[in-house]
């Protein structure tokens, strides 16, 4: 059963930091790109960060770009998700995904495996 799970989530207060993490199951994602999506109450789900499958090219969201981190370490078969400097705007459910290519795509419907999502809330 292929899976991914994410975990790290949790409640902070603006200006701190979580880490994320998405532990694969089930196959090798090392061969696709990885992404991390969120999703607002009320909002569609939105695309946050993405790696390639070696995680020599990484591409973020500009409402997140320098303040999050997106890596991976193919010998765990584990994506991350560094989250720093924290608004309450950044509050979601975040999903990681698995992608059906080797290189880096924004769109939801380009991913084909998805986490169950971890709640992550940042208080002002």
């Known amino acids: 059963q292929v899976q991914l799970v994410e975990s790290g989530g949790g409640l902070v207060q603006a200006g701190g930091s979580l880490r994320l993490s998405c532990a694969a199951s089930g196959r090798t994602f090392s061969n696709v790109a990885m992404g991390w999506f969120r999703q607002a109450p009320g909002k569609e789900r939105e695309f946050v960060a993405g790696?390639?499958?070696?995680?020599?090219?990484?591409y973020y969201a500009q409402s997140v770009k320098g303040r999050f981190t997106i890596s991976r370490d193919n010998a765990k078969n584990t994506v991350y998700l560094q989250m720093s400097s924290l608004k309450p705007e950044d509050t979601a459910v975040y999903y990681c995904?698995?992608?059906?290519?080797?290189?880096?795509?924004?769109?939801?419907?380009?991913?084909?495996?998805w986490g169950q999502g971890t709640q992550v809330t940042v208080s002002s």
């Open positions: 790696i390639n499958m070696n995680g020599g090219n990484t």
């Open positions: 995904a698995g992608g059906s290519r080797n290189y880096i795509q924004t769109s939801t419907s380009t991913y084909n495996v």
